[in-house]
């Protein structure tokens, strides 16, 4: 009687251990797909300087932040930046690194500068760094058809 039920017995036990390994898949890591979102999202329109943060709180903002300019991302990694008050335009590089926590920019002179990228939406780029006065300061860009 008891060989009667071992079979049964084992073939369950291992279709149970076999579906509890199937289960135990391992997290998939972030991949490029992330990177590609990302730089999609930030490529998509341009985007218009609309406050500055100093220390988290606003410095300025609109019409009243001194040299104020908008920024074109192109998928390519070139960025145009034109400063609103004359239509003056700058070229340079750019690029998400980090897993997309650091934007490196490379201007028409090829000095390079890395910012912390703080948010990242829709409607809303922000980044931030260190200025000169040891402040952390936030760069608050919206969105611009």
């Known amino acids: 009687m008891i060989s009667t039920f071992r079979a049964p017995l084992f073939l369950l ?10 289960s135990c898949s391992k997290k998939d890591a972030p991949t490029a797909q992330t990177q590609t979102s990302s ?3 930030i490529t998509t329109g341009s985007w218009r300087l609309d406050e500055i943060r100093q ?6 903002s ?14 390519d990694g070139t960025y145009t930046q034109k400063l ?3 239509n ?7 690029a998400l690194n980090n897993n997309n926590t650091v934007l490196h ?8 500068t890395d910012y912390t990228l703080t948010s990242l939406k829709a409607t809303e780029l922000r980044y931030s ?12 860009f919206s969105a611009q058809p």
């Open 55 to 60: 220390n988290g709180q606003v410095a300025s």
């Open 88 to 94: 003056t335009t700058y070229n340079g590089t750019w």
């Open 39 to 41: 730089s999609q999202q």
């Open 13 to 22: 036990l291992f279709g149970l251990a076999g579906l509890s390994l199937s």
């Open 84 to 86: 609103l008050a004359d």
């Open 105 to 112: 920019f490379t201007d028409q002179k090829g000095a390079s």
């Open 129 to 140: 760094f260190t200025n000169k006065s040891s402040q952390t300061e936030e760069l608050v």
């Open 62 to 75: 609109g019409t009243g932040i001194k040299d104020r300019y908008s920024l074109t991302f192109r998928a």
